[in-house]
């Protein structure tokens, strides 16, 4: 790790050492000066941002428990320390031990490389400080920040000119709800459909006022369900716990061999939960699972909420950005049926994080949650507040504004098409390696395979169901520290997660996961990770595990 | 405003004018050129922020239908742009048309001022990119969190380091929730309430699993209710309508002539919710009101909470960091008593819009609202995502680790002393002049006052309650002149707000709301606002309003 901070204690202007009225005006007034520590990392940030990445993160593993001891102070500290001290302490201790999300070979989550323009845009956000919850804190922001939700609400409803000169700016209309990210935009979705299904009648007030009992009891149900396939992302259980309705309530319905729902198994369930009095708040449609990448059927799903009379959601917190590409947006077919969409912009939106966004087909949809306040959020004003489950929010926005205009919807598409084609690439090279199986063949960007050695993948061919299951533990073993040491290791890193095949009757089996989102990520890139993890799976540890194999043989 | 941006489409090193792969690579390796416009504007931050705010922002008011003209194309822009050209479009039509929130005249609003060490740590915070709901994707970020929110149990309850050696970094104890804001640890601290209310119990599986009606049922209620003054954030309510309790089981306690609770109230109103099988979820106490800065008789009402077996959460958002100063701190007294507390960083502690926290008394509270997923968030993990509403979050904890460490104890006690008696000696001020009325004495730093010339003043006090109020509505439209003029002049702000008025017999009237939280605004700035709001009273708009009281005479 380069470590060349430029100490400079005695002038360092945001000194507080002795904190005194007159030094605390300073923190607000006297900038950095560029040749202090702060002010070194600052320029070395915006110089090279990927070379400051991979020279400060120390690749190695450390041990969380040796990480920890650095944090481990319960107390605010008395005394105010020198801006440059703390700044070498956040090299040391921080910057060094974070996870390099932007490196081309950690391919394992979701999150992305920042073009380098995010930086000094994210200045202009933060120096501003604007607050999105109402007109008088954030100006501009406001009208940029609807015009974005409407650009998202175009991108996935395609409605015409009149439509949108009517709705974007209007007081009483909202085309979505901008959130700190994606769970927030699915609780936001299901609470809006949660409302609506409830509306005041007579002298019902609806469930906004009088609350769940008090609606299920109006309507005649004994309990409420949202449907969603068993490859539903985790924040549809903890929307349902958040909004009274259970997580026993979230009903899971089975997969085909593709991962995608089952559509006969979700009208058999929706007739179920019907003819059981069960009021179906929604039918979840996944666009870009999270652990597999696949596309729900989502025109078939949503013919079927609209028999049953239910709210279609569409969760494409990843994979709403492939409507920027022609050639993979027909995947996504049907996503215009629904009545709301989660995309998030801190994903395949190249977007820093904490941007998530939720547009609803029906401009009024969002008057279901909406609130005012005497000093804010008046009845009638454009305050964005009035139609969000956050309250005061950060200008994030501008970010997404940003990025839609720089990089533009040709420049997405170029993005988009060459991560999908990289994963069917990967996909290729896995199928063709004899050690790895494939397990889920990428639609999108998204795929899942594991080390299995040539003569294991031949006897789980033939064995049975009770043998497969045996032979499936040891893989999982071995899988699973194949997975551990590559990230310990540092260099690159896959995630793993665990899921029903059906290929094995149904058996749930460990597997590595990729997300192919980086574009600095070469086709080498991916030959380094295979080859990384085929020398991991001959170390003693995992080659122990394996050759318990033998002895079952 | 300044307008001296160097635009070098020709060698402009993001410029993606025709959309190539090649071209894409670069925005994310090749920096802005210092030189560029964007680059340009970056040091022009880095160099004078405040100079930079008010160079850049346009005082006066333009309307809100011209700006919105600016962004009101719905199409997400085809081909991409220059980075020049758009950061212009920035500067022109979205910074000049924000609000200075950092302004020392602009006294109207909770947006502080940031110190100048928050821009360079905010670029590492956004380069490095991590995700705080997992250790894979935030490393020495998670542990930083979680000391950050035991800092912060720490200034509330004061537990010994054993406590703190304990839980800071055990993978079963939460301290406390990491939020985008105070809405959202408002709603995370009365859904850890309503769970904690219904745990699992025989067949009954909790709230969490089964949801609210089963809930009820099992227990044997007929509703549930959050308890608070009138003076409660709408945040409660909107959390009521989340956590599907509904908006009309927020009952509201009357206040007294101070703005607090009225504890006769409060003990009243909680014995008629349980004679009628109302569950009270929770009561919560004030600390710092958003209209009037108020803070409850907290230990009083921590032993009402206690006597009726109620969860007491105290939204201490606004007023929290005054726990920093050894002089104002006795005012809070009983907040160590809460079972949660709510308090914003990007508040008080000055920290970039988006840091809200959650404390908890009891380290397992947050058990109660606990997930967990396959690929992430395994139970033993140490993910934080297992105990937040949110999923996906960026790394906002840093720098309320930096603001800790650099501003120290004593920095922030020095901040809040200074702007809790720059708010008395405004009070003094208004007091002293004949034309205010001052309404709400500053118990901390936010206090009300309205225009009211003496002669109404005096006409006032000797009228009868129907006669106050044909006043009262004179002056209401007065000073929502005044106050929306003075906002449309751009050179200061106060927000006004409307609440009943003990000394009027409970009437509601609108006032102004001042927030004293820059530490750049003094006593010349008080005068010169005061002075504003006397000028604009003897516009004709106004003095036409104001002479409906000679009629009445």
């Known amino acids: 790790m380069k470590h060349t901070p430029v100490k400079i204690d005695s002038t360092d202007s945001h000194a507080l050492a002795t904190a005194s009225l007159e030094n605390l005006y300073r923190i607000f007034t006297v900038p950095e000066a560029p040749n202090s520590t702060l002010g070194a990392i600052d320029k070395e940030i915006s110089d090279n941002l990927m070379g400051f990445l991979t020279d400060r993160i120390v690749a190695r593993e450390r041990s969380l428990k040796a990480i920890e001891a650095d944090f481990s102070d319960s107390d605010i500290p008395e005394v105010p320390q020198f801006v440059s001290d703390y700044t070498e302490f956040v090299l040391d201790k921080l910057v060094a031990q974070s996870v390099h999300t932007a490196a081309p070979g950690f391919i394992g989550h979701m999150a992305t490389p920042l073009p380098h323009f995010m930086l000094p845009l994210s200045r202009i956000m933060v120096a501003l400080n604007q607050n999105l919850v109402k007109i008088e804190t954030s100006k501009a922001f406001t009208p940029l920040e609807r015009q974005v939700l409407g650009m998202l609400h175009g991108l996935v409803y395609e409605r015409n000119a009149d439509f949108y000169a009517d709705n974007l700016h209007n007081s009483r209309r909202a085309l979505g709800s901008f959130c700190s990210g994606g769970t927030t935009a699915n609780i936001t979705a299901l609470w809006v459909a949660r409302n609506q299904m409830f509306r005041p009648d007579g002298d019902f007030q609806g469930l906004a006022r009088e609350g769940i009992a008090n609606a299920m009891l109006h309507a005649g149900y004994r309990k409420l369900a949202i449907v969603v396939s068993e490859r539903g992302h985790y924040s549809l259980s903890k929307a349902a716990d958040v909004l009274g309705i259970?997580?026993?309530?979230?009903?899971?319905?089975?997969?085909?061999?593709?991962?995608?729902?089952?559509?006969?198994?979700?009208?058999?369930?929706?007739?179920?939960?019907?003819?059981?009095?069960?009021?179906?708040?929604?039918?979840?449609?996944?666009?870009?699972?999270?652990?597999?990448?696949?596309?729900?059927?989502?025109?078939?799903?949503?013919?079927?909420?609209?028999?049953?009379?239910?709210?279609?959601?569409?969760?494409?917190?990843?994979?709403?950005?492939?409507?920027?590409?022609?050639?993979?947006?027909?995947?996504?077919?049907?996503?215009?049926?629904?009545?709301?969409?989660?995309?998030?912009?801190?994903?395949?939106?190249?977007?820093?994080?904490?941007?998530?966004?939720?547009?609803?087909?029906?401009?009024?949809?969002?008057?279901?949650?909406?609130?005012?306040?005497?000093?804010?959020?008046?009845?009638?004003?454009?305050?964005?507040?009035?139609?969000?489950?956050?309250?005061?929010?950060?200008?994030?926005?501008?970010?997404?504004?940003?990025?839609?205009?720089?990089?533009?919807?040709?420049?997405?598409?170029?993005?988009?098409?060459?991560?999908?084609?990289?994963?069917?690439?990967?996909?290729?090279?896995?199928?063709?390696?004899?050690?790895?199986?494939?397990?889920?063949?990428?639609?999108?960007?998204?795929?899942?395979?594991?080390?299995?050695?040539?003569?294991?993948?031949?006897?789980?061919?033939?064995?049975?169901?009770?043998?497969?299951?045996?032979?499936?533990?040891?893989?999982?073993?071995?899988?699973?520290?194949?997975?551990?040491?590559?990230?310990?290791?540092?260099?690159?890193?896959?995630?793993?997660?665990?899921?029903?095949?059906?290929?094995?009757?149904?058996?749930?089996?460990?597997?590595?996961?990729?997300?192919?989102?980086?574009?600095?990520?070469?086709?080498?890139?991916?030959?380094?990770?295979?080859?990384?993890?085929?020398?991991?799976?001959?170390?003693?540890?995992?080659?122990?595990?394996?050759?318990?194999?033998?002895?079952?043989?």
């Open 246 to 553: 259970g997580r026993n309530n979230v009903i899971s319905v089975p997969t085909d061999a593709r991962s995608k729902i089952d559509l006969k198994a979700l009208r058999a369930t929706c007739a179920r939960l019907q003819s059981e009095q069960v009021g179906i708040v929604s039918i979840v449609g996944i666009a870009g699972a999270t652990e597999t990448g696949q596309v729900d059927p989502l025109t078939e799903m949503a013919a079927i909420a609209a028999d049953v009379g239910a709210h279609f959601h569409v969760d494409a917190a990843w994979g709403g950005p492939t409507l920027m590409s022609d050639t993979y947006k027909p995947i996504l077919k049907g996503i215009e049926l629904a009545d709301s969409v989660t995309i998030d912009a801190h994903k395949q939106l190249y977007v820093p994080m904490g941007a998530g966004m939720v547009v609803f087909k029906d401009p009024q949809a969002l008057g279901a949650v909406e609130h005012h306040a005497e000093y804010i959020l008046r009845a009638g004003s454009k305050d964005l507040g009035q139609y969000s489950m956050e309250g005061s929010r950060p200008g994030m926005a501008m970010l997404v504004h940003a990025a839609f205009h720089i990089i533009g919807r040709k420049g997405y598409e170029i993005i988009i098409d060459q991560n999908v084609e990289k994963a069917k690439a990967f996909a290729r090279m896995i199928d063709a390696h004899s050690d790895f199986e494939l397990i889920t063949d990428p639609e999108l960007n998204i795929l899942n395979y594991r080390y299995a050695p040539a003569a294991v993948q031949s006897r789980l061919a033939s064995a049975s169901s009770a043998e497969q299951m045996v032979i499936n533990d040891v893989l999982d073993r071995a899988n699973k520290r194949i997975q551990k040491q590559q990230r310990a290791a540092g260099k690159t890193f896959v995630s793993r997660t665990r899921f029903s095949q059906h290929r094995y009757g149904g058996q749930p089996v460990s597997v590595f996961r990729v997300v192919m989102a980086n574009p600095m990520t070469t086709l080498e890139t991916l030959r380094t990770i295979l080859n990384e993890q085929c020398d991991l799976a001959q170390r003693d540890g995992t080659r122990a595990i394996l050759s318990e194999l033998d002895a079952l043989a």
